[in-house]
Antibody
Framework: QVQLKQSGPGLVQPSQSLSITCTVS????????VHWVRQSPGKGLEWLGVIWSGGSTDYNAAFISRLSISKDNSKSQVFFKMNSLQANDTAIYYC????????WGQGTTLTVSS | DIVMTQSHKFMSTSVGDRVSITCKAS??????VAWYQQKPGQSPKLLIY???YRYTGVPDRFTGSGSGTDFTFTISSVQAEDLAVYYCQQHYSTPFTFGSGTKLEIK
């Protein structure tokens, strides 16, 4: 069955970066895009960006200067990196399959704190 | 960016009742709207995509309708396990955007 498993740190210091790996199974990254969404108490669900099945990316303009999404189709892995983190980046970060966000990862809870 | 407005933050209902949640887009999104259910401590779960298509395994008491700017999500007979927050989302154009959510409370 379809699964998206996320790995990444839970605590990051201000100004540092966040890296999350989303390892997928049950579908091919050449057939579906993978989107990234975060959820914080203050701002609800917020779409961050997508890597399309063909490998191109789209980013939320609010994050374009500090966000990077890439993938390795052969390893079924998608890589998310956000730089220059601040306290208001504290949130749960999710990867999700397809434009209708058909299936979601379990979430990575990030706290930005010194 | 397209703004998705869910006018009710909370809705209170009883088991067996019919409840509808509305969502309004700030511009025409055709039928590119999805509805998600999120229970406490869980990831959001897709229920409806493309405004009216039920995702695999979703019970038929959940339905969606609408096109253009006005969308409705309906639970025909609420069950106790439907206690959750429900979000609409447009997947018409990036950046994809979400409504602020409607928390369904069971009396």
């Amino acid at each position: 069955q379809v699964q998206l498993k996320q790995s990444g740190p839970g605590l990051v210091q201000p100004s540092q970066s966040l890296s999350i790996t989303c390892t997928v199974s049950g579908f091919s990254l050449t057939s579906y895009g993978v989107h990234w969404v975060r959820q914080s108490p203050g701002k609800g669900l917020e779409w961050l960006g997508v890597i399309w099945s063909g490998g191109s990316t789209d980013y939320n303009a609010a994050f374009i200067s500090r966000l990077s999404i890439s993938k390795d189709n052969s390893k079924s892995q998608v890589f998310f990196k956000m730089n220059s983190l601040q306290a208001n980046d504290t949130a749960i970060y999710y990867c999700a399959r397809g434009d209708s966000l058909l299936d979601w990862g379990q979430g990575t809870t990030l706290t930005v704190s010194s | 960016d397209i703004v998705m407005t869910q006018s009710h933050k909370f809705m209170s209902t009883s088991v067996g009742d019919r409840v509808s949640i509305t969502c309004k887009a700030s511009q025409d999104v055709s039928t590119a709207v999805a509805w998600y259910q999120q229970k406490p401590g869980q990831s959001p779960k897709l229920l409806i995509y493309s405004a009216s298509y039920r995702y695999t395994g979703v019970p038929d008491r959940f339905t969606g309708s609408g096109s253009g700017t006005d969308f409705t999500f309906t639970i025909s007979s609420v069950q106790a396990e439907d206690l959750a927050v429900y979000y609409c989302q447009q997947h018409y154009s990036t950046p994809f955007t979400f409504g602020s959510g409607t928390k369904l409370e069971i009396k």
